[in-house]
DNA sequence: CTGAAAGCGCTTACAG
DNA sequence: CTGAAAGCGCTTACAG
């Protein structure tokens, strides 16, 4: 256990005999070091493991090489896959991560604007935001801000110039209530997600639209209040709710995971009508494969690559006072039309001996 | 688009009439402050939304409220479960998770290097570091650090006083082992990890200590060098240089992934066999569950939990110059024995109808 | 209890 | 091209 202090740039120059100036000129790749010096500063750093400390550095407004990536939890692989693609890219630029969970949605309106002030990051992207903190006064500075799976549109209150990357919700779950639509679903449920987040809210929209256009649908939107596993329990409370009338064709989930909870519910409650009662999600979780779930194919890790990529373009803009370069990048999602009885089947080697029957063929 | 700076700790003294040293005694709670001028402070601070800037405080070795978790990479649930268990740990002490991800074994090593020498973070967690970096010798300064998924004995290179939450891996394979000897499982494979960490190396050596203590038993690791789908690939090269020779009775996987791969490669390779290989796992995924895998249940989220405990017991520790306490909690990882065939059923609405043949049985 | 001063480890004008 | 100095935003002995 030693006691020793890691090296500082001070004790760099003095070992290399020169000035820190020199040694953070070389740090910084500054062009203006005689050659030789500058082999000579390298060499001491090489030899002696030497680590500039970020903070400090961050400290005085210069580079860091640190990304904030801010996000509101992490459940179902999403924030996950996400933060993988802004790692792939971070890596190519040679920057790295900084990851952190925001407890409230207070707490994330805080961390973002503490990221955004500070010097420390160079710059911070912020994963499926709650709305409320566009309700919120925030003074961007010139640090660059990239939202993921999240967008606003230009308010009163200084969120005008954010970049963003999202999915086409809206096409996506019109696809969906399409698809439902020629199945001849007519008696709709959306089972929504518990969260404020821009993909729930659009989604969600969309899904009352499609209602509306079809006189002879109707829909209808689900909750639960329970945070874990809230597909399972706002299927149970319907139930209890609507005991004894018409059960639906179908019900649209925010993502898979709320499905899976769907599906429990109804294996519970009425596993005789669940062979032709249709649930979709959303995300293409490996379950979803797994399971058979015909869902929407999120693009997790494309989501997370070109939020970084925007963001690194805005980094490395040199162009002083050049007018905010604001871009909104909108990704597709494709539908993913499973038959769950059929992929199951699938997965048992006795499939052709029992001929298993697949009620949606 | 505002430009106004954002708060310094200079502006609140100047609008509070008082000096910097005192604000910042009540930013930090110091006893030392006069009641009534501590809360007229705190008003100005409640006012102005002051938010210090905790990368300035870090470089003055204060406490910042931060917590740096390092890990490998993203992937099959584990990193975002234990970190998710870290964060409900933090939250509790009012801290925040900096979650950082090596690109390499020796970014591993000196980003943790950083975050231990450096003053920003109250303390740090690595998560399933690589092996490697236990061979480099380390300055180990006051700053607490927790293994999570990793251990390491003492050693000549400054590594001893590290604490460590791990899982009983050995005792966990040989329960795994004596099911399968059970079920009459006499030549095995063993699907490694294609990275060396803790776990990884603990489960392949307890399942070769096991083959060895059974004379009629033979065992042996494959391992592939892909990165993606590992499980998979090793299956199939495996078979690829072993044609017609006596198809193995079981396969241990290093991890539930892994497994996947593997059912899917033998799923490829040899249908008619599927149904009399066993096939085991690790972790415990949701997808696990679905499937029907015979698994090791990896308690996640308490090992998240476990480690952050066991740093924020050493942050508060206020014993001065006291003996550095170093724990190693072991966790216990139970097995769950499933039938793939028959889980799959209960997914089908139709089982009872065609009764599904359930081979192990 | 309070304030002026030094310092944490860097970077960046500013002179030479 | 190089170095001495000021400063980033905080904390903490050190005097009072």
């Not at 070992?15 to 100036?21: M, N």
């Not at 404020?196 to 969309?206: C, K, L």
């Not at 329990?233 to 609507?242: C, G, I, K, S, V």
């Amino acid at each position: 256990m030693r006691k020793e202090k890691p090296l500082t740039l001070r004790e760099v120059a003095r070992i290399a005999g020169t000035s820190k100036s020199t040694v953070s000129r070389v740090l910084t790749n500054h062009p203006s070091v005689s050659p030789d010096i500058r082999a000579h500063v390298e060499a001491v750093i090489r030899k002696h493991q030497y680590r500039p400390n970020m903070f400090a550095r961050g400290l005085t407004g210069a580079r860091t090489g640190l990304i904030a990536v801010l996000s509101p939890w992490i459940e179902s692989g999403f924030y996950a896959s996400v933060i993988r693609g802004i790692d792939l890219v971070a890596t190519r630029f040679d920057g790295h991560l900084m990851t952190t969970f925001a407890h409230s949605d207070d707490d994330y309106f805080n961390i973002l604007t503490d990221y955004v002030n500070g010097h420390q990051v160079d710059g911070v992207i912020a994963i499926a935001p709650p709305m409320s903190i566009f309700e919120r006064k925030v003074l961007l500075e010139e640090k660059p801000v990239v939202l993921c799976s999240s967008r606003v549109e230009d308010n009163d209150r200084g969120w005008a110039a954010v970049s963003s990357v999202t999915v086409d919700n809206a096409a996506a779950i019109r696809e969906v209530m399409e698809y439902l639509y020629r199945k001849n679903c007519r008696n709709m449920i959306y089972v929504a997600a518990n969260n404020d987040v821009y993909d729930a809210r659009v989604r969600e929209e969309t899904f009352h639209e499609y209602v509306a256009s079809k006189p002879e649908m109707k829909g209808k939107t689900i909750r639960s209040k329970i945070y874990d596993n809230w597909g399972y329990y706002a299927t149970l409370e319907y139930f209890e709710d609507n005991a004894g009338k018409n059960v639906p064709d179908a019900f649209v989930c925010f993502n898979d995971a709320t499905a899976f909870g769907v599906i429990e519910a109804l294996h519970e409650k009425m596993p005789d009508e669940l062979a032709r009662i249709y649930v979709t999600g959303c995300d293409d979780e490996a379950a979803a494969n797994i399971v058979g779930l015909t869902t929407l194919c999120m693009p997790m890790e494309r989501l997370g690559k070109e939020a970084a990529n925007c963001l690194y373009e805005r980094i490395n803009d040199k162009t002083e006072g050049a007018v905010m370069h604001v871009r909104h990048r909108v990704l597709n999602m494709d539908l993913i039309v499973r038959d769950r009885y059929k992929t199951l089947a699938k997965y048992l080697p006795l499939n052709e001996l029992y001929n298993i029957h697949v009620p949606h063929a």
